[in-house]
């Protein structure tokens, strides 16, 4: 069965059996007319899709959120000023759908069906988690209803209604309001402190930190932040309590390392945010190659004291496996900080550092995983000598991570992103929609899938993941994604507004840039930016060895692989306008 995420809308017209015990032709008349002549060009405009007509109701799809709202609101405000007779009720509901064919069923739909019946005439009722992606977003004021037990609903169902009066749709931006605490604990793991005296040994420390988040996010039983929004507050002063808030987080571990030639000292302990309460702190001194199991017990103490219970051996197993030898273990940590620079010199040395760690475990499932994001960032970026070479390196070590270690967020997204650029997108959002179940609270996993999106045609769910991942990291370096998702979208003035804010933009970056320039009309910035391009290109292999315009196109697309050819079609024109060689 095919199952997607989707915001579904369902509406039936209030008192319609008395309407038509009055005058049965004359009814269905007004509600055809309505239903052909606002409603369905109302749907279209806002990108929805109708499922089925169920008598004097609508059950549509909608791939946004924001989209749905936004044509309730349109829908309630445009039907009463047509026809002061027919009075609508209206649920939304953000939830996972089962397709066959043109029909969609499942719970998603239900709660949809049920909020309808909750909703007054002229009202809209909406669930929690559409709330939640709405608010900040939509002009309309929300009333909470609490939860509501529903029919044929197992679990009760938080309920907001639209009160008030309710105007359209604000610019879309990130959430600016903090997303609902989820019903279990959360827990910030923040970087350890380097006590080493030595600015060098800062990858180790680093190193150990996101090994624990890692390791923590296998318990299903507790929320992770992720590391991407954990290293925002390191080397800041900021209280536990600033800290605890801002990533929306229960518990907080932190602690330090000192390296110190084969001994290492590390100290760790466990806080109570909220009542800024110690529950429990040690310190390990031991050989450097006892680091690992350093590593578990700071995990067994956590997951043991938050969740109660412990899966412990299974994961230290699936581990081990990986990371038996402390010099691949290093090698590895020291290729993912330079990962992390994103300048062409650090991808390649963390290409050789991955290399070699391989080289001594070749077994390594995250050093492989990562291996494969590095390669494809050679490819992506036009920094390689042998693209094609790459991009087969990247899609095998994925590949290869996957048969290591299937449970390891960060290999099904490398695989994720490898599909991708196989041109397999249905497999490409399989492993994204792994990575999520493994770590729901990675941002870039968010991200990443958004690209699989924004390819696979569906623009609005690309910009709302972008958007997810900025309400869980709000500090996280996202424009590059949702700058593309806005120029394939033709919203070209926010694409501008992101492509352009990027420090240190990669050559592709600042060719989207130019495009979205030319399109937006203004020919001067769009050359300026070619300039730009032209410079940063200096550096890139795969861009200098362009000669013909098809050769140029071919480029873009093989970077591109758009499902829908009018995209890809899109692009090039753009690029054309802007005055960079390919072929219109």
């Given at each position: 069965?095919?199952?997607?995420?989707?915001?579904?809308?369902?509406?039936?017209?209030?008192?319609?059996?008395?309407?038509?015990?009055?005058?049965?032709?004359?009814?269905?008349?007004?509600?055809?007319?309505?239903?052909?002549?606002?409603?369905?060009?109302?749907?279209?405009?806002?990108?929805?899709?109708?499922?089925?007509?169920?008598?004097?109701?609508?059950?549509?799809?909608?791939?946004?959120?924001?989209?749905?709202?936004?044509?309730?609101?349109?829908?309630?405000?445009?039907?009463?000023?047509?026809?002061?007779?027919?009075?609508?009720?209206?649920?939304?509901?953000?939830?996972?759908?089962?397709?066959?064919?043109?029909?969609?069923?499942?719970?998603?739909?239900?709660?949809?069906?049920?909020?309808?019946?909750?909703?007054?005439?002229?009202?809209?009722?909406?669930?929690?988690?559409?709330?939640?992606?709405?608010?900040?977003?939509?002009?309309?004021?929300?009333?909470?209803?609490?939860?509501?037990?529903?029919?044929?609903?197992?679990?009760?169902?938080?309920?907001?209604?639209?009160?008030?009066?309710?105007?359209?749709?604000?610019?879309?931006?990130?959430?600016?309001?903090?997303?609902?605490?989820?019903?279990?604990?959360?827990?910030?793991?923040?970087?350890?402190?380097?006590?080493?005296?030595?600015?060098?040994?800062?990858?180790?420390?680093?190193?150990?930190?996101?090994?624990?988040?890692?390791?923590?996010?296998?318990?299903?039983?507790?929320?992770?932040?992720?590391?991407?929004?954990?290293?925002?507050?390191?080397?800041?002063?900021?209280?536990?309590?600033?800290?605890?808030?801002?990533?929306?987080?229960?518990?907080?571990?932190?602690?330090?390392?000192?390296?110190?030639?084969?001994?290492?000292?590390?100290?760790?302990?466990?806080?109570?945010?909220?009542?800024?309460?110690?529950?429990?702190?040690?310190?390990?001194?031991?050989?450097?190659?006892?680091?690992?199991?350093?590593?578990?017990?700071?995990?067994?103490?956590?997951?043991?004291?938050?969740?109660?219970?412990?899966?412990?051996?299974?994961?230290?197993?699936?581990?081990?496996?990986?990371?038996?030898?402390?010099?691949?273990?290093?090698?590895?940590?020291?290729?993912?900080?330079?990962?992390?620079?994103?300048?062409?010199?650090?991808?390649?040395?963390?290409?050789?550092?991955?290399?070699?760690?391989?080289?001594?475990?070749?077994?390594?499932?995250?050093?492989?995983?990562?291996?494969?994001?590095?390669?494809?960032?050679?490819?992506?970026?036009?920094?390689?000598?042998?693209?094609?070479?790459?991009?087969?390196?990247?899609?095998?070590?994925?590949?290869?991570?996957?048969?290591?270690?299937?449970?390891?967020?960060?290999?099904?997204?490398?695989?994720?992103?490898?599909?991708?650029?196989?041109?397999?997108?249905?497999?490409?959002?399989?492993?994204?929609?792994?990575?999520?179940?493994?770590?729901?609270?990675?941002?870039?996993?968010?991200?990443?899938?958004?690209?699989?999106?924004?390819?696979?045609?569906?623009?609005?769910?690309?910009?709302?993941?972008?958007?997810?991942?900025?309400?869980?990291?709000?500090?996280?370096?996202?424009?590059?994604?949702?700058?593309?998702?806005?120029?394939?979208?033709?919203?070209?003035?926010?694409?501008?507004?992101?492509?352009?804010?990027?420090?240190?933009?990669?050559?592709?970056?600042?060719?989207?840039?130019?495009?979205?320039?030319?399109?937006?009309?203004?020919?001067?910035?769009?050359?300026?930016?070619?300039?730009?391009?032209?410079?940063?290109?200096?550096?890139?292999?795969?861009?200098?060895?362009?000669?013909?315009?098809?050769?140029?196109?071919?480029?873009?697309a093989a970077r591109w692989p758009f499902r829908d050819s009018e995209d890809l079609d899109h692009l090039l024109d753009a690029l054309r306008k802007a005055g960079l060689p390919v072929e219109g």
């Amino acid at each position: 069965m095919e199952r997607r995420l989707a915001a579904i809308l369902a509406a039936d017209v209030v008192g319609y059996t008395a309407l038509m015990g009055a005058d049965e032709e004359g009814s269905l008349r007004r509600l055809t007319d309505l239903r052909q002549e606002f409603l369905e060009p109302l749907i279209d405009k806002h990108h929805g899709r109708v499922v089925k007509l169920l008598g004097d109701g609508l059950l549509v799809e909608f791939g946004s959120v924001v989209d749905a709202v936004a044509c309730a609101l349109a829908w309630q405000a445009g039907a009463a000023d047509r026809d002061e007779g027919l009075n609508f009720r209206i649920g939304i509901n953000l939830g996972d759908v089962i397709v066959e064919g043109d029909d969609i069923h499942g719970d998603g739909v239900n709660v949809a069906s049920r909020l309808e019946g909750l909703a007054e005439p002229g009202g809209i009722c909406l669930s929690g988690d559409t709330y939640r992606q709405a608010r900040g977003k939509v002009k309309a004021e929300f009333q909470d209803l609490g939860e509501q037990n529903l029919k044929n609903v197992a679990d009760p169902v938080q309920v907001y209604r639209i009160a008030g009066d309710s105007s359209g749709v604000t610019e879309v931006g990130p959430a600016r309001e903090p997303l609902a605490l989820p019903d279990k604990p959360s827990i910030a793991v923040l970087p350890f402190t380097n006590m080493s005296g030595d600015p060098e040994q800062e990858y180790f420390s680093d190193g150990i930190t996101e090994d624990i988040i890692t390791e923590l996010s296998r318990f299903k039983e507790l929320s992770v932040v992720s590391r991407n929004s954990s290293f925002i507050f390191k080397d800041q002063a900021a209280s536990l309590r600033d800290i605890s808030e801002k990533l929306r987080a229960d518990y907080i571990v932190e602690g330090s390392i000192r390296k110190v030639g084969n001994k290492v000292r590390v100290t760790a302990q466990l806080i109570d945010a909220k009542g800024d309460v110690h529950i429990w702190a040690d310190r390990y001194d031991r050989d450097l190659e006892d680091i690992f199991e350093v590593q578990d017990d700071v995990v067994r103490r956590v997951s043991s004291t938050l969740v109660g219970r412990l899966e412990h051996e299974r994961q230290v197993r699936t581990r081990r496996q990986s990371q038996s030898q402390l010099k691949a273990y290093d090698l590895y940590l020291r290729g993912r900080e330079h990962y992390f620079s994103w300048s062409m010199e650090d991808n390649a040395k963390a290409r050789n550092l991955l290399a070699a760690a391989i080289e001594i475990e070749p077994n390594y499932a995250a050093a492989l995983a990562l291996s494969s994001e590095v390669s494809l960032r050679m490819f992506l970026n036009g920094w390689s000598d042998s693209p094609e070479q790459d991009l087969a390196a990247s899609f095998q070590a994925a590949k290869r991570a996957d048969e290591i270690d299937d449970q390891d967020s960060r290999v099904q997204t490398a695989l994720g992103m490898a599909y991708i650029w196989q041109r397999h997108l249905e497999k490409a959002k399989y492993h994204f929609e792994c990575a999520l179940k493994l770590n729901p609270n990675d941002t870039r996993v968010l991200v990443y899938f958004s690209r699989q999106a924004l390819l696979d045609g569906q623009t609005d769910r690309a910009i709302a993941l972008c958007h997810r991942a900025m309400e869980l990291n709000p500090y996280g370096k996202y424009n590059y994604n949702v700058g593309i998702a806005y120029f394939v979208a033709r919203n070209y003035q926010k694409a501008i507004e992101l492509l352009g804010s990027i420090r240190n933009p990669p050559a592709t970056a600042l060719a989207l840039l130019a495009a979205s320039h030319a399109m937006a009309g203004d020919s001067a910035k769009a050359s300026v930016t070619c300039n730009g391009f032209d410079e940063a290109a200096k550096q890139c292999p795969a861009i200098t060895s362009l000669s013909r315009p098809q050769d140029w196109n071919n480029f873009f697309a093989a970077r591109w692989p758009f499902r829908d050819s009018e995209d890809l079609d899109h692009l090039l024109d753009a690029l054309r306008k802007a005055g960079l060689p390919v072929e219109g």
